[in-house]
């Protein structure tokens, strides 16, 4: 039977890669939204 | 009635072209003949254990038929764009005329196969039926789904740059389940003695098969046309 | 006259980037040869493929008029005879077979005698009627393939390069018919041979 | 970027961090399962359910496209398939990390694995036949023609395959007779339904973004001729 800290990490590292998609996906918004502008 | 005409002239263009160059007959017949016998020859009637018998005579069966299908059905519509007769025909003929003919022409073409690889295969591998009408029921039920998946997935590798890679890759996972069903019902027919027990695959390969007629009715002149 | 006159305009068809036409409009007559010319690759087959429906403009419109009245896309096929070098016949089938075939699935029931007649009538030989068109030379197999475009008299004759293969007899031969069918249809020729440009009643000119 | 827009993807940023923090302290785990294994269903469900949204996005798109001949339309499909084939894979993926705890192998072909193998095989099959035609409008409705009929023939896999045989797989939420029936724990089904909709929003947010980009594409195409 896993510890709770042990469940603690995994949830952390989940909501670790939870920031890193959204931050990938937030810069790759930006960048649209400058492309937009950009294109007529 | 003129498209049921119209259907059968198509048929009959086909079988004529057929019986003079024998190019499908040949690759589907040899395709399943060599097959055929590379398995029997590993496997033979008495490699296998009694009771897995009808698990693996079935589902090797419906490989073979399959794999052989595919050389020779996605021939109907890919000769048609490499002899450049497929505008001619797009031109002379309504597209429901032209599905029906290439679809009649492989339902023939695979009746035919499975008319002549059957019992080399009951010969060849052992392969025991209890009840045959049933198998025959299998067997045509099988030849009409495959068909009409296979003349579909045809008419559109053919407008792509048709290969007969493309034709396995998307026919796969169309035909899969109804290969499932199909395995399953060659088994019951090879097991149980009752007509009674195949319904249940029986109905799911003939309800796939009419989705799938239905459904090409609506698809196929987008596919001919564009 | 009856007949039917083919009207299109503003076509244009792009190939991914590739622009092939841009903005072409006019209109073929019943009674009239229609001349498309222009340099290679200027998009006469591309304009006739469309004319017969074969391909989508990626804009305009093409509508086939009999009587004042449109003819709906599905029904083209039961006015329209065309000849192009992309389109063949099948090479297993003799002349005769492949003239059945093509009549039989537009829902005509045609005598043998009449599918030979218009054989005939392009030049060909009672002996080659039965032979499969693989043997065939190459002019022979362009009067085949015009034989196809002919045979279910159609009111729109899409001719594209027609010629081609063709020897000089077989020219002046194309041109008696060019001239006796612009009587009863509707004649849209594509090529850059001047002796063919001269056919026309009307030239369109497609630029590069 | 508009304030609505800002405002949104805040809370699906903390909606996300609250699923995942619920998932993992808020829901009690699930009798009958090894350890903590039954937390994964949190993500599995939500994956496998964006997957055959996906899957229903491309259709609808598929249709639009053969009714319209919109080429943006046809990469709406194309987008809804790309984004189909990656949460196929990580369902795949979470499945198979559950079954090795649960019954000690990978792939046990399960009626519903050999499902999501065929939504995979469908969607690989549906990329290998764009990449197989040049013209831009063929292969919108080649495309779209075998989205179509592949999408009919699914149902049976879906519904019919797991009535025949027999599956170790637990229920679903729509179970064998058709009907919702839950038996979870309250807290466990409110956290999963909470995951579903964050995972509905994620794929929107994705899909927004690639239809975007091919609007983007197909207007200096048009530009650039």
Same mark, same amino acid.
């Given at each position: 039977m896993p510890a709770p800290e042990s469940l603690f990490w995994v949830a952390a590292v989940t909501i670790g890669i939870w920031i890193g998609i959204f931050l990938y996906c937030l810069s790759l918004e930006r960048r649209l939204s400058k492309l937009e502008e950009e294109t007529p | 009635m003129n498209l049921l005409i119209e259907s059968f002239t198509i048929l009959r263009k086909e079988l004529t072209s057929e019986l003079r160059s024998r190019v499908a007959v040949s690759s589907v017949g040899l395709f399943a003949l060599t097959t055929l016998v590379a398995v029997a020859y590993q496997i033979g009637p008495y490699r296998i254990h009694e009771q897995d018998r009808p698990h693996?005579?079935?589902?090797?069966?419906?490989?073979?038929? +399959? +794999?052989?299908?595919?050389?020779?059905?996605?021939?109907?519509?890919?000769?048609?764009?490499?002899?450049?007769?497929?505008?001619?025909?797009?031109?002379?003929?309504?597209?429901? &005329?032209? +599905?029906?003919?290439?679809?009649? #022409?492989?339902?023939?073409?695979?009746?035919?196969?499975?008319?002549?690889?059957?019992?080399?295969?009951?010969? #060849?591998?052992? #392969?025991?039926? &209890?009840?045959?009408? &049933?198998?025959?029921?299998?067997l045509v039920a099988g030849a009409l789904g495959l068909a009409s998946s296979a003349t579909m997935v045809a008419a559109i590798i053919s407008r792509a740059t048709g290969s007969a890679t493309l034709f396995v890759v998307l026919s796969v996972p169309l035909v899969l389940p109804m290969l499932v069903f199909l395995i399953q019902g060659t088994r019951t027919a090879a097991t149980v003695p009752e007509l009674s027990a195949l319904l249940p695959s029986l109905r799911a390969v003939v309800s796939l098969t009419g989705v799938t007629l239905v459904s090409s009715a609506f698809l196929f002149p987008v596919v001919w046309h564009d | 006259m009856a007949g039917v006159e083919v009207r299109f305009s503003g076509l244009s068809k792009r190939f991914g980037r590739r622009a092939v036409l841009r903005n072409v409009s006019?209109?073929?007559?019943?009674?009239?040869?229609?001349?498309?010319?222009?340099?290679?690759?200027?998009?006469?087959?591309?304009?006739?493929?469309?004319?017969?429906?074969?391909?989508?403009?990626?804009?305009?419109?093409?509508?086939?008029?009999?009587?004042?009245?449109?003819?709906?896309?599905?029904?083209?096929?039961?006015?329209?005879?065309?000849?192009?070098?992309?389109?063949?016949?099948y090479e297993e089938l003799s002349a005769v077979e492949n003239l059945r075939f093509f009549t039989q699935v537009r829902g005509l029931r045609l005598h043998d005698r009449e599918l030979a007649a218009v054989l005939e009538q392009l030049g060909l030989k009672g002996s080659d009627f039965f032979r499969p068109v693989k043997q065939f030379s190459s002019g022979m197999l362009q009067r085949v393939k015009l034989a196809q475009a002919l045979v279910h008299r159609p009111e729109v004759l899409l001719l594209d390069e027609p010629s081609s293969n063709l020897d000089e007899a077989g020219h002046n031969l194309l041109k008696e018919l060019v001239m006796a069918w612009r009587a009863q249809a509707t004649v849209v020729v594509a090529t850059n041979d001047p002796r063919e440009v001269a056919w026309g009643d009307q030239v369109l000119e497609l630029a590069h | 970027m508009t304030k609505t827009k800002k405002a949104s993807l805040a809370l699906l940023f903390l909606w996300f961090c609250v699923v995942i923090w619920a998932a993992f302290f808020y829901a009690p785990k699930a009798a009958g399962f090894k350890g903590e294994s039954s937390r994964i269903v949190f993500f599995h469900v939500p994956q496998a359910w964006v997957?055959?949204?996906?899957?229903?996005?491309?259709?609808?798109?598929?249709?639009? =496209?053969?009714?319209?001949?919109?080429?943006?339309?046809?990469?709406?499909?194309?987008?809804?398939?790309?984004?189909?084939?990656?949460?196929?894979?990580?369902?795949?993926?979470?499945?198979?990390?559950?079954?090795? $705890?649960?019954?000690?192998?990978?792939?046990?072909?399960?009626?519903?694995?050999?499902?999501?193998?065929?939504?995979?095989?469908?969607?690989?099959? =549906?990329?290998a036949l764009r990449q197989a035609v040049s013209d831009p409008e063929r292969r919108g409705s080649l495309a779209a023609a075998y989205a179509i009929l592949a999408f009919v023939?699914?149902?049976?896999?879906?519904? $019919?395959?797991?009535?025949? =045989?027999?599956?170790?797989?637990?229920?679903?939420?729509?179970?064998?007779?058709?009907?919702?029936?839950?038996?979870?724990?309250?807290?466990?089904?409110?956290?999963? $339904?909470?995951?579903?909709?964050?995972?509905?929003g994620l794929f929107w947010w994705l899909y927004s973004l690639e239809v975007r980009l091919s609007r983007l594409r197909l207007r200096r195409e048009e530009g650039g001729e």
């Open positions: - | 693996l005579h079935a589902a090797l069966l419906w490989i073979i038929v +399959f +794999f052989a299908a595919s050389s020779g059905l996605p021939r109907v519509f890919v000769k048609e764009e490499d002899a450049h007769t497929a505008k001619s025909l797009r031109l002379a003929a309504r597209p429901g &005329a032209v +599905f029906a003919g290439k679809f009649l #022409f492989n339902l023939v073409l695979l009746l035919g196969l499975e008319a002549f690889l059957v019992p080399l295969f009951a010969v #060849f591998m052992g #392969f025991s039926v &209890a009840n045959l009408p &049933a198998l025959v029921l299998v | 006019g209109t073929a007559r019943p009674g009239e040869v229609l001349v498309v010319t222009g340099p290679n690759g200027s998009g006469k087959s591309t304009l006739l493929n469309i004319l017969g429906g074969l391909l989508r403009p990626s804009q305009g419109e093409v509508a086939y008029l009999a009587d004042g009245r449109t003819v709906p896309k599905e029904e083209w096929h039961r006015h329209l005879g065309v000849c192009a070098p992309d389109l063949s016949v | 997957a055959v949204l996906a899957f229903c996005v491309n259709l609808v798109a598929s249709l639009r =496209y053969l009714r319209h001949r919109n080429l943006l339309d046809d990469a709406r499909a194309a987008a809804a398939a790309r984004l189909g084939l990656l949460f196929a894979v990580l369902a795949t993926v979470s499945g198979s990390l559950f079954a090795k $705890v649960m019954w000690g192998s990978f792939w046990n072909w399960d009626p519903r694995e050999v499902s999501i193998a065929i939504l995979l095989l469908i969607y690989a099959a =549906y990329f023939t699914m149902p049976f896999l879906v519904f $019919v395959v797991p009535r025949i =045989y027999w599956s170790l797989h637990p229920d679903t939420i729509i179970s064998a007779q058709g009907s919702v029936k839950v038996q979870m724990h309250p807290r466990m089904f409110q956290v999963l $339904v909470g995951s579903l909709l964050g995972f509905t």
